[in-house]
Each structure stands twice: as structure tokens, then as C-alpha cells.
């Protein structure tokens, strides 16, 4: 599953942090778990400290949202639910094979998991998941302000931010 929780660093949690205003140094600590925390009380969800899909969605953080087998709650619902699926919020292999069928009959790569590229040509998710959003999807392309950079070598080729994502403490 893609989430963020206390221990881990990378980019996505530079944009986390600055998202919430805190110290962008990539590292997740105590302090960027209490101010996630106190934003996920304020806006009704589970206020646990991890931060996955339907907190990033909440943020307006769709460039973090990736939906993989063992996702929970109200975005991967959403999904479902586009996909024709019984919505019980619970990313499962019934799941899996349905992204996999709707990104090979796109075109996309099929491999069962719902980032910002396959989330971005479903119509339920069209006002989340801007061009902007998959651009900045990619490894490589965001700065901890949010703002869109180059890529550091021209030509290669984009990989998902969460591949940056390295564990503090093992």
C-alpha cells in the first residue's frame, strides 16, 4: 500500500510536509505525525497519523494516490464504483483484475495498480486528477513547494515518486 507514516522519507514526504506546513526535509518524525495528525482531526478522518489515499485526497494531493491491493476507504470506493464494482472500500484481487482490464482497454501499462496515470482517465476522478497531478506523479519532476521541475536526466524515463520512498529505521 502507498502510505506515509512516522519512519519513513522521500519525496512524497516533502510534499506531505510542505503541504502541511512543516519542515520539508523529507524525513517523517514526530512532528510531521502530529500536524497530519491534527489536519485529519479537523477534516472528520481517521485522525491514526499515516497518510494514504483518501487523506491525499483530502490535502489535494493527487500525485500521491496509489491504489493498491490492501487499500481501504472512501477513494478506493470511488474506484470501485467506476469500475462497476461492489464499493466496499476494500482494494482486494477482485479489484486488481478490474484496474488491470480497464488500463489494458486504455492503453495503459496493466499492471492492477491505480495511480494518478489510470485514476486520470476515469471520469469520477477527472476534477482530482489533472495532467498536473500525473506530472507531478513522476520521480524526478516535483519539488517539496509542489512545483514542477525537469527531470534531472533528459530522455530517461518517469518513474512514480513512490519508488523515492526509503525506510528510516529497519
Partial sequence: MALLKRGLSGEPVKILQAKLGVAADGQFGPGTEEALKAYQKEHGLSADGIAGPDTFAALGLPE????????????????????????????????????????????????????????SKMDVFASLVTSDAVAKSQAGTVSADGKTAEASVAGAPKKSIWQSITELFS
Fill in 64 to 119: 500521491l494516490i496509489l491504489l493498491t491491493q490492501g487499500s481501504k476507504g472512501e477513494t478506493v470506493k470511488k474506484l470501485q464504483t467506476a469500475l462497476g464494482l461492489t464499493a466496499d472500500g476494500a482494494f482486494g484481487p477482485a479489484t486488481a483484475k478490474a484496474v488491470e482490464a480497464f488500463q489494458a482497454k486504455n492503453g495503459l501499462e496493466a499492471d492492477g495498480m491505480a495511480g494518478p496515470v489510470t485514476l
